[in-house]
């Protein structure tokens, strides 16, 4: 298949992976800042074809796991309300808030439905005129867009039983408070390709810039990544940061202005509470007023308590890349797939969940 064989090949894959070997002196360290990447990472063994001293660490790149406990919370509390259907994807379900998650309010026969896409939730709005549909928008700028489109379009057809609660987040700030944190030592950004595709390789200059760090924007099949992680080396190695484009064939430097001209039409930057970061400014999207009428904050009391994080989960600290899953006590005995406490094992892009699938204790 063109555009997958390629990127699949064995033969450019262990070229690759020699490169490496051949290049890298030094003792890195690089992080991919997407889940897809942890994932992709994993299910490939990237891992096994680096040397030793090229240390990959996963960051604050899966969607459902940087959502906020109190934004879960405010979904329960909607689910409650009497008349109101919250939709949603499917990971969002399972995520545990402080007392409740959406799976538990819909057994006990709350409205929650999950959808595939914000399509499917304007349908259900328009399939059920006496209830409240609310739909909750997670995810970064790969995701807004369609949920910018979906506003668009309710606020046009008059749809007036359609809202979103917005827990959008964007990555660049993240990036930012990561490395001005100063406890996370890295030396490189692998930047996920879908995400670039949006906002344009332009959107990591200030980060590479100010903070001397090389940021490659990759793509998720493993001779992408193995290309990636080579082009990081050479210029860790060569003292260099820039920002470099291994994803040639989807992301350049603009971006999709479409995409950015509909998402800053519905959206406003905002000041978003991240898992595991705090409060980071301008990081997270809020709906404008023009379209209040869809916007959930607006419509419903959904204020909620200060929440905190479960007992013994250490989500906080992986997603910033200062532990990893193995470093969790709760880790494959109380916190599995199946009986998960944080969402970092709920997300099919977690990094527990990726450890738990993926990855030999023995290897520690
Ligand atoms: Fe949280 Fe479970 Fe991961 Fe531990 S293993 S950090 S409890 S999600």
């Known amino acids: ?206 980060v590479a810039a100010h903070y001397h760090i090389p940021c490659v924007v990759t793509g998720f099949e493993p001779v992408d990544i193995l290309e990636g992680v080579l082009m990081l080396v050479e210029q860790v190695e060569e003292g260099r940061a820039a920002v470099q484009i291994q994803y040639g064939r989807g992301a350049g430097p603009k971006g999709n202005t479409a995409a950015l001209r509909l998402m800053d039409e519905v959206f406003e930057p905002c000041d978003s509470p991240w898992r595991g970061l705090g409060v980071i400014p301008r990081s997270g999207l809020a709906i404008r007023k023009r379209y209040s009428r869809h916007d959930a904050r607006v419509r419903f009391d959904i204020s909620v308590p200060q929440a905190s994080e479960p007992a013994g989960c250490r989500c906080a600290e992986i997603l910033r890349g200062v532990a990893r899953p193995v470093d969790c006590r709760l880790f494959r005995k109380v916190c599995t797939p199946r009986t998960p406490v944080g969402p970092c094992m709920v997300s099919s892009e977690g990094t527990c969940a990726a450890y738990f699938k993926y990855h030999d204790d023995e290897e520690d």
């Open 1 to 206: 298949m063109k555009y997958i064989d390629e990127y699949r090949d064995r033969g450019v894959a262990k070229a690759l992976s020699e490169k490496i070997w051949a290049v890298s002196k030094r003792r890195i360290r690089l992080m991919e800042i997407c889940g897809t990447h942890t994932m992709a990472i994993f299910r490939h063994g990237i891992r096994s074809l680096l040397p030793k001293h090229i240390e990959l660490v996963s960051g604050p790149g899966c969607p459902v796991c940087v959502t906020a406990m109190e934004e879960i919370d405010r979904a329960v509390k909607l689910a409650q309300m009497p008349g109101v259907m919250v939709t949603t994807f499917g990971d969002m379900l399972r995520v545990p808030g402080s007392s409740s998650s959406l799976k538990n309010e819909q057994a006990k026969g709350a409205m929650v439905r999950m959808v595939y896409s914000t399509v499917d939730a304007l349908k259900l709005a328009t399939d059920n005129p006496d209830r409240e549909v609310v739909f909750l928008g997670i995810g970064f700028e790969t995701t807004a867009p369609t949920v910018a489109a979906a506003i668009r379009t309710a606020h046009e057809r008059g749809q007036r039983n359609f809202s979103v609660l917005s827990a959008h987040k964007l990555l660049p700030p993240a990036m930012d408070a990561l490395l001005s944190g100063g406890d996370l030592a890295i030396d490189g950004f692998i930047c996920p390709g879908h995400v670039t595709t949006i906002i344009g390789t332009s959107s990591y200059e200030s």
